[in-house]
Each structure stands twice: as C-alpha cells, then as structure tokens.
C-alpha cells in the first residue's frame, strides 16, 4: 500500500531535469514532506505523479503504488487524490454535490445519500449538503474539499500546499483534521509546503529539493 | 433566324416540345412551387405577386415564391453559374422578371426556356403580331421566350403644392434646373430608370430617330449623341448635388421627392403616383404628367430559364398572369396600377366591363395624358449609352 | 484497504487529445478551410480569364486590363484605402482615448451593457439608420429646422453618400469603436492595470497619461488581431457601403459586387479580377500598418523615456472621449430612428416627429417579416450551434493534448475573417453548385458557419484558458473521465462565456449579408437581406420593421446570454455573476 518513487525526475521533454533523481519510500498512514524553493519543480513533482503533467513536461524513473506502476495510467485510473490551497471546490456543485462526485458510480441512490451526509458530519457540516460553495470559510471548505478526496477512496494522497492560505490557528486545526485522516485511512500523502511547522507536524520524512 | 435558335437549344431541352400541351402542363404543374425571382424594391410589386401565387396555388395547385432582387441581374447571373457547373435541370430560378439588356444576354446565349407564350391559353388576349408591343422587347423580337404581363410608360411625379408648372420636355428641364439648382436628380445610370431618363433625352434629341430603332454603330451614336451630351453637360452642374451623385433607383427617388430634397421623381409606372399616395409614401398633392411629346414605353415580360425545375408551373403562372382577372386587379389602383397588356379588342364584354369598373384618382393621369409612345431604341444603345455616359461622368 | 485493480488500460496513458484534435483540424479544414481555399482559386482562375463556363477558356491579363479600363476603378481604389485605413485608424484612436479617460471613472460591467446594442445591432441596419439621421433631411435636421436652420426644405448637402466616405467612415465607427473597446476591456482582464496605474501615478503621471505610456503598450498586443479584422472587414464591407457610401464610383467592394452582378456575363472576368484587387489591398494594408506600428513604438519609445507628465487637464483625451461618445450616441438614435419609423404612417419634413401613426406594417402579413425572420432565427442557431460544438471540440482537444495553439492553427481559425468575402464567395457559390448544395437553408448555415467560427472561437478563447486547470486536475484526481471532466465541470463553469460566445455568434450570423445572398440564391431570405433589398426601396416603414427586427433579435440573444446563466447559477455565489 506504500508509495515509492524510485529515481524520478521531471524536466522540459529532452531538457535537464529539474532536480536530481529522487528516490522515496511512503508508508500507508505517513505523510512525507518535499520542501525547497520556488520554481524548483515541488508542484511539477506533484503533477507527475497525479498524472497532470503539461505538454512538453516528461517524468523518468518510476512510481509505483502499492506495487502497481501508476505512471502508466492516466490520472483519472491513477486514484491518486489532490488537495490544493484553495479548496477548488466546483463552484456549480452544491456542497454535497461536490463530495458526491468523487464517489464511485457504484454507490447508489440512498447509500450514496448516507455516504455523502457521513463525510459531511466527519467535517463538521452536517446538513450543508445543499450549500452554495461559495458560502462556506476557508476552514470548512479546506475540510469539504478532504473529505471530496476521501469519498473517492483514494490509494494516495498529494498535498500542493494546502494549508498556506489559512491563518495560525485554522491551519493547526486543518491539517491535524488532514493527518489524522490520512492515518485513520492509512494510505501514504506527499505534501509539498513551503512552511517549516506543517513539515514538522507530519512527523514524517523530510526531502529537500 | 428562330428555327436556328430552336434548333440549338433543342439538344439541351429534350422536355420543352412535350410541354406544349395545355392540360398536360397543367398536371405537371401541379404541386410544383415556382421560384419567382423578380425585383423586390416595389412593396406594392410584391403584395401583387403574393396574391399571384395565392390565386394560382388556389386554382392550379402552384405556389409561388417571390425571390426579391436588388438586380435582376443577380438571377441572370445565377443561372450562369448554374451552367458553369453543369447543372442543366433542376436549376433554382424557375421564373424571371425580364427585360431589355437582360432577355437579350439570356437569349443569346440559350439561357432561355421556350419558346412557350403561344401555347398558354392566355396568349390569345394579346396582340402577338410582329411589331406589337408585346412582340418585342427593346426592339429585339420576343419569339416567344418571354411572356408579357404589364405595360410600362416613362412617367415623371411631382409635388404639385411645391412645383406648380413642371416643364414639359426634356429641353425644358434644364431651363427649370438653372433656375432651381439642386432641386433635380435622376436615377444612377447603371439603374434601369436612370438609363431610360437619358433615353427619353436621347429620343427627344436625336436628329434621327430611325436610326435607334437599329444595332448601335459608332458613327450612329456619335450622330445621335452630340445634342444629348451638350444638353447633359449643362444639366448635369444644376442637378442634385451638382451631378456627383445619384439616387440609386426611382424608389430612392421617390422618398427624396417626399423628403422634399429633390422636386422630381421618375416611374415606369402612371399609376405610381397614385399608389405611393394611397400607401401614404407621397403627399396628397403628388401627381404623375408624361413629356408633350410623349415618353417611352415598353411591356414588362417574364421569362423562364432553360434549366428551370418547375418550368411547367411557371408557364402556368405566366398564364394565369395574363388573365382578364388578374390583369384587371393589377390595373386596380389601389393594387399595383399598371396598365394592361391585354388587347381590348379580343375581350368580350364581361371582360370589358371588370376594366371600365376600377377605381381612380386624380394623381392617376388619363390615357390621353400619357400622350404618344416612344419606341424603345435597340438594346445595344441602352448599354452603349451607359457606358459612354459612365466614362464621361464617372471620376 | 484492498488493492482494486486498475480499470483502465496502459493505452490511455497516451493523451487521447490527439485524435479529437485531429478530428476537429479536419473538420474546419475540410468544412471551412478547404472551400475559402477552393472559391480563391476559382475567384483567381476567372481574374487571369479562365471560366469555362463562361466560354472563357485560355489564360490571358484580358481580364486586368478591363479592370483597368473600368470607369472609376482608380477612384474605387483611393476610396476603399481612405475609408478602410481611416475608419481603423479612427476606431482604434477612439477606443483607446476613451478607455483611458473612462477606465476607473465608470463601472466596466455597466460600460459593457452599455455597449450591447450597438455590438448587437447588425451593420446594415446602423447603417439605414444612420443614413436617415444624417441625411439633408434626416432627423437631425428635421429637429433643428426650420426654426434654427432657416431651411425651408432640405439643403444640398452631401453628408450620406459623400463623396469622401465620411458617412461611411462614421456608420464603421459606430460599429467598430465599441468592438474594439469590447476587445480592449477584456485585455484589461489580463494585466495587473491596478497596480502598473498606481505605481505610475506614484511617479507623477496623470490618470489618462498613466493609461497611455503604462498600459496601452501592454494592451495593444493583445487586441492586434482584432485590430486587423477590424481593417479587414472595413475594406471589403458591402452592406454598409452600399447604404452609406459613395456611389459613383462606389468603394471597391461594391464595385466589384456590381461588376459580378452586371448583365454581360463577360464582366465576370474583371469582376473576379477586382476581387482579386479586394484580397491584395487587405494584405498590402495589413503590411502598411505592421510598417506603421514599427514606426509608432519608435517613436513611442522616445517619448515614453522623455518623462513627460502631460496636461493634468488632459484636454486631448477629454475630446477624444468626447468624439467617441458623440459616435456612440449617434449610433443609438440610428437604432431609435429606425423604431420611430416602423410605427409611422406619414412623417415628412420638417416634422420632428411622425405626424401619424400606425402599426400597419407590424400587422401586415404582405409585408413578409415572419418568414424573414424565422430564417434568420433558423440559420443563426444552427450555424451558432454548429460553431459552438466545433469551437468546445477544438479547445477540449488543445486541453487534451495539453498544448496551446500553434500560430498556424491560429491563422487557419481567422483566415475567413481576413479574407475578403467577395474573394472566394462567388467561386466557392460554383463549388456548392457543383456538389448540389447551393440555393438552400444548408448551404447558408456553411456559409455562416465560416464566419460564426472565428468569433466563437475569439469570444471562448481566453475564458476558456482562464479556467483554473486545478479544478479540471482534481476532477481527475476524483476519477472523472476526460468527457465526465468536459460535461460535468468545464461546461457548466463555462456556461456564461458559453452564452456569450453564443449571442455573439448568432449576432455574426444574423448580420451576413453577402453569404446569405450568395449561398441561398436569394432564396433564403434572412432579415438582413431583405433589409438591405428594401433600403433600396421608398418605403422607411417596412425598412425599419425589418431593420427593428434584425436589430433585435441579437440583443435578444445577449439578454438571454446574461440571464441564462444568472438563472441557472442563482444559487452559486462564484458562478451567477454577482461575485465578479
């Protein structure tokens, strides 16, 4: 169930690459750290390896997950999730709406009903299945947009800086309600930050780029 | 000279000959929908033909479907490039409203359907005897390629509140002009209308008037335009806008006249004035009077393209449009107005009598006003004329 | 947790873009491309005397030489140059003067709205309006006369017409100043105008000064291609022209359209030869202001570095905002005029007014309005739809593959609106001929389509690739399928710039003149050909009924395209407008 990255590199297609290879081990539950500055390639790494590479990009080496070689698949087949500092919630999608969509087609009609009103009340929101997005503060919406990934029953989780838009006290308060739920699903994260305190809180391996 | 043309186009017309039967075009026609392509610039030609197309759908079962032109060049061309592409039957123009320059570039190039006027039951209330004026058309013989359906007459409008002694020939114009500078115009000369205004000019002053009757030549143009261009060159700074420009058309004429920027208006049409009264587009002091000496006249005709797709329900059209009925509601003032083309002679009395009732008014001139008619000269002087007068006035 | 095995197969890790995008080339370059292409080259063919169905069979400068020959050819020529060159000069000088004395001062949503009848208003119908506002006994005089004027009927005086295109120029600036500002707000959106004004105004530069040595620089690449549409089109206009212009000779343009339509079919060859002329004067233009704009930055550069401050007043910008909304404003009473008169029954001069009334030709079914605008509704949803669809399919393609676009894909986009219409549509009328396709509803909605592309394409563009690519990667993240991706988070985020690129496609559509009249034989008779028929009619009633009408529906289609989606998305804070 581990996340391992053996050797990767990203750079331009035929160009240099924009780090030296990177070779990591992630163990279900733990969250590691890729920290280093601007313009170094983190997001790009994240890209990689969620499969959202840009034309003209290429990654080498290899990522596997739990075994399985991702970079073969798209990223809609990877089951990777991604958090970003903004919560990109759908702006058209109701607040249940959005939680709804990452969960599978399987799930249906009541079960799916309950599934989505269970992730809410694990984010504090219950009953705001029917809100407008754009009503909710950073803090709740940071939360829906966590358990949006959840519902999808991800394999991984890729964290592009996701707290850096909160202020001291919610970004403590969010990203304990991430890290536990990381552990709690046990599935392996990679964060990319900026911010010594959210590496620090992790617990977990360091890499600097 | 016809049994050649007949010949040439027989190749290509396998299905004219079999049409020449009454009854049997008449069945063909029905059901058919006859593309009418004709000028649109005439609300009052539109309605007319709109209640064409109600009459025949009701009585033959064919509809008509007015295309309105700005230029009844653009369905000659088109069916030009319908035979540049080959496309020998089944073409989109089924009828034409024809005349002049355009029937003449037609039928010398086999663009024609026909000849098919005297197989229409119709026919034989008009006078179709060599030199009538439904026989030819600007000179040209009509053989048959072209049905008539109304009579045109060279009038000029006016505002008699605004104008009360209008001149009463073209040499007078210009006496009226020098004294009321910019008050007159008259249509651009690539129009029709314009190009019929120096006609009228043309005819008044050529020393010899049998020699328009004939195809242009040099020597004849120059011998017969000296006294026209002397006269237009003196005209021409006195006109509206000292000549540099042109309305378009006699109906942009026509409003300016009922704007009050210009004094004169020009129709082919002696029941214009009338009409435009009716329809509220001239003031009630509008009247409509023809030189002393007369003015040109000719006959409207319409015609159907060799590769038509309904030729048969255009014929059927063609002769429902000479109908005593139908020439008789357009004669109607308060419809179209245009004079008859139907030979009073071969109508009975019935017949008659639908004339002698219609309505009329005092901006519709008499017959004896219109005076005599001016014989159009030969097609080939309408395009020599334009032509000269574009190089010489054209900058 | 289980390990559930992969649902897709190692194939899909290449982007499937590709085969959408190639898809969609072939489309646009079969559909619209290839017949531009195909119409040139007949249009080409005929210029150097070839047209063998015209019995014109040898290549010969026959052709040239009767073009030369033409009366006022030269004239036609000088003309198109003046009123082509000077309309965009002006339009520019206009758009941009006004932006940068309005920008901050005025609510930018409220400006755009502000705009919408006059972008939505088809050409020829400005064009009739304006003709009877400024004629010698148009509205304007009519208002002031007698009692200020002293004139008992008209003047003489040549202000429709003209003989210097100034009319013309006027009626493409009303239509063109609020394009372009249009155009330039939305370059707006891309630069930090905020923050390079203040720092500018921190250096001691005046608002509108600030505006022109900061921002202009950074806006102007941004609106060059629909600077030269905007030439482009203004060179080879005939509608307006025809309305508007100098008839004897008229621009070239018309001319050309006459030569095409003359009763010697032989006239055909110049004619195509004149078309040709039409083609190269746009390219030769098109380089002249590239040589210009070399010359403008030059000597921009040496007045940027001088470090003047300018007026504090700004009484340049002042007049040219001045002039600009002077032009605006005539260009709505155009509109007004045009709905005075379709309610009158007699209005002569020099009443100010109608003296009666009437709403006859409203009523009159012999007038024929329905049907005329039933085409118009129908050809202009399908080639708005058929446009949009092409359009949705090539920039999902870009994103598929995840590239921008090439400049030559760029090029193949814009290209009917570059070239001159009346350069391929007689020939290209040949090739629908052939393939049996001419003279009907269809062969009007491909025409339409070649023209409705572009503008749908410029219009969803930018929203497009202002889509945060975030969101469509945690769409992904989620498992969403790149068509779960399109249908249930791009479109519906996109729906306004979706409307919008719509009303302005149906707007492009409505407005076709010569394609209509080309394609459809005359047969397909839209508002707007049949406007144009009529204004060279007597009667202004039935012309502003159709003009009313023509003028009408597209605002119809931008009201809808604003509240479309403020009613979809009335419960959505981020969508319905009202954040932004």
Not at chain 3, 73 to 91: E, K, Q
Not at chain 3, 377 to 401: H, I, K, N, P, Y
Request: charged content about 15%.
């Amino acid at each position: 169930m581990s996340l391992c990255l053996r050797a990767v590199t990203v750079g331009p297609a035929g160009g240099q690459p924009l780090f030296a290879p990177l070779t990591m081990e992630i163990a279900p539950g733990a969250v590691a750290t890729v920290m280093g500055p601007s313009g170094v390639g983190k997001s790009t790494l994240l890209d990689a390896i969620g499969g959202h590479l840009a034309h003209g990009f290429a990654v080498a080496g290899q990522v596997t997950l739990s075994g399985r070689d991702v970079l073969a698949f798209p990223a809609e087949d990877r089951r990777i999730g991604v958090l970003f500092q903004d919560a990109m919630l759908f702006p058209h999608l109701s607040v249940g709406d959005n939680l709804a969509f990452g969960l599978s087609r399987g799930v249906k009609g009541h079960a799916r009903r309950v599934a989505v009103e269970e992730a809410l009340g694990q984010a504090g929101l219950s009953g705001y299945a029917a809100r407008d997005p754009a009503t909710l503060s950073g803090g709740q919406r940071a939360r829906a947009a966590l358990m949006r990934s959840l519902l999808a029953a991800p394999l991984a989780l890729l964290l592009d800086e996701p707290f850096s838009r909160l202020d001291a006290d919610l970004r403590a308060e969010i990203r304990s309600f991430v890290f536990d739920h990381v552990l709690a699903r046990n599935i392996p994260a990679l964060m990319v930050t900026h911010d010594e305190s959210d590496a620090e809180a992790t617990g977990g391996a360091v890499v600097r780029l | 000279m016809r049994g050649v043309i007949f010949a040439a186009l027989g190749l290509s017309l396998g299905a004219g000959p079999a049409l020449a039967d009454w009854p049997q075009t008449l069945a063909a026609a029905k059901g058919q929908t006859v593309y009418f392509n004709a000028w649109g610039g005439d609300a009052r030609t539109n309605a007319y033909i709109a209640w064409v197309g109600d009459q025949t759908e009701a009585r033959y079962g064919v509809r008509v479907v007015q295309v309105k032109l700005t230029d009844t060049a653009d369905a000659v061309t088109r069916v030009i490039s319908e035979k540049a592409a080959g496309k020998d039957a089944g073409g989109s123009v089924d009828m034409i409203w024809i005349n002049g320059a355009n029937f003449l570039s037609m039928k010398d190039k086999g663009l024609l359907h026909g000849p098919f006027v005297s197989a229409m039951p119709n026919a034989s209330y008009v006078d179709l005897s060599a030199g009538a004026p439904a026989s030819v058309d600007f000179t040209v013989p009509v053989e048959g390629y072209e049905s008539p359906w109304r009579l045109a007459k060279f009038v000029f409008t006016y505002d008699s509140a605004r104008v009360p002694e209008p001149p009463r020939s073209m040499a007078a114009f210009l006496d009226w002009a020098r004294a009321h500078p910019g008050r007159m115009t008259h249509p651009a000369v690539s129009n029709f209308m314009g190009a019929t205004f120096l006609k009228q000019a043309l005819i008044e002053f050529a020393p010899d008037r049998a020699a328009l009757r004939q195809p242009v030549t040099e020597a004849a143009f120059d011998a017969a335009t000296v006294p026209l261009w002397t006269w237009y060159d003196a005209l021409r700074p006195n006109l509206w806008r000292e000549g540099k420009t042109y309305p378009e058309n006699q109906s942009v004429q026509q409003q300016m006249l009922n704007d009050g920027e210009v004094d004169f208006g020009v129709s082919f049409d002696p029941a214009s004035a009338a009409g435009a009264i009716t329809e509220g587009l001239l003031p009630d002091t509008a009247r409509a009077y023809v030189p002393d000496g007369g003015s040109i006249g000719n006959v409207s005709f319409v015609a159907i393209p060799y590769n038509a797709a309904h030729a048969a329900g255009a014929e059927v059209v063609a002769n429902f449009m000479l109908d005593p009925e139908a020439q008789a509601h357009q004669q109607d003032i308060d419809v179209l107005g245009s004079f008859s083309v139907l030979d009073p002679a071969k109508l009975d009395a019935d017949q008659k009598a639908l004339f002698a009732d219609l309505p009329t008014s005092p901006a519709l001139p008499t017959l004896e006003d219109l005076g005599p008619t001016l014989a159009e000269p030969h097609a080939s002087w309408m395009t020599k004329l334009t032509e000269t007068w574009a190089r010489r006035y054209t900058r | 947790m289980s390990v559930i095995p992969a649902r897709g197969s190692v194939g899909h890790a290449i982007p499937d873009g590709r085969a959408l995008r190639g898809a969609v080339l072939v489309l646009v370059a079969a559909g619209l491309v290839l017949p531009i292409l195909a119409g040139l080259a007949q249009t080409a063919r005929a210029a150097f005397g070839v047209l063998p169905s015209i019995g014109a069979r040898d290549w010969s400068l026959d052709p040239w030489r009767a073009l030369l020959d033409l009366p006022g050819f030269a004239t036609s020529l000088r003309l198109t140059l003046v009123t082509g060159v000077g309309a965009t000069v002006l339009a520019l000088a206009l758009a941009m003067g006004f932006c940068a004395f309005a920008h901050g001062r005025m609510s930018q949503s409220l400006g755009a709205r502000m705009l919408t009848p006059l972008l939505a208003a088809p050409h020829a119908a400005l064009a009739i309006g304006l003709a009877f506002l400024l004629a010698p006994s148009g509205w304007i005089a009519r208002m002031i006369s007698p009692w200020a004027t002293g004139w008992a009927v008209p003047p003489d005086l040549a202000t429709v017409h003209d003989g210097w295109g100034m009319a013309l120029i006027l009626g493409l600036l009303v239509k063109e100043v609020p394009f372009l500002l249009l155009v330039i707000l939305s370059a707006l959106g891309q630069l930090p105008v905020r923050a390079h004004l203040a720092a500018a105004r921190a250096l001691g530069y005046g608002r509108g000064v600030a505006w022109v040595k900061v921002i202009l620089p950074q806006v102007y690449p941004l609106i060059r291609l629909p600077v030269f549409i905007v030439m482009a089109f203004a060179l080879s206009v005939v509608d307006m022209a025809i309305i508007l212009g100098p008839s004897n000779p008229p621009v070239l343009s018309v001319a050309v359209v006459r030569w095409f339509a003359a009763p010697d079919v032989g006239m055909v060859l110049p004619a195509s030869a004149g078309a040709v002329v039409q083609g190269a004067v746009i390219v030769a233009a098109i380089l002249l202001w590239i040589v210009g704009e070399r010359a403008v930055r030059m000597l921009g550069r040496i007045w940027l570095s001088r470090g003047g401050r300018g007026l504090r007043s700004e009484p340049g910008l002042k007049l040219v905002s001045a002039v600009a909304v002077a032009v605006m404003t005539l260009g709505m009473l155009a509109l007004a005029a045009l709905a005075v008169w379709s309610v009158a029954w007699r209005w002569s001069w020099p009443e100010a007014l109608p003296e009666s009334w009437s709403w006859r030709v409203w009523i009159a079914p012999g007038t024929g309005w329905g049907r005329a605008a039933g085409a118009t509704l129908t050809a202009g949803l399908a080639s708005t739809g058929v446009s949009l669809m092409l359009a949705v399919a090539w920039l999902e393609g870009e994103d598929r593959a995840r590239m921008g676009r090439a400049g030559w894909a760029q090029a193949l986009i814009y290209l009917p609106l570059l070239v001159p219409q009346i350069g391929f549509l007689y020939g290209l009328n040949v090739l629908f001929l052939r393939l049996g396709i001419s003279g009907g509803m269809a062969a009007v909605i491909w025409a339409q389509v070649l023209f409705v592309f572009p503008y749908v394409m410029i219009a969803l563009s930018e929203p497009w690739r202002a889509l945060d690519p975030r969101a469509i990667r945690t769409a992904a993240a989620l498992g969403a399928s790149p068509w779960r991706r399109l249908w249930a988070v791009k479109l519906p985020i996109l729906l306004r710039p979706l409307c919008t690129a719509a009303a302005i496609g149906f707007a492009v559509s409505v407005a076709q003149y010569l394609p209509t009249l080309f394609m459809g034989g005359g047969r397909v008779a839209t508002l707007t050909t049949e406007a144009v028929t009529l204004s060279s009619g007597s009667d202004r009633r039935v012309i502003g009924v159709y003009a009313v009408l023509q003028a009408a529906l597209p605002l119809v289609g931008y009201g809808a395209a604003v509240l479309l989606p403020a009613l979809v998305w009335r419960h959505r804070r981020g969508l319905s407008g009202a954040v932004r």
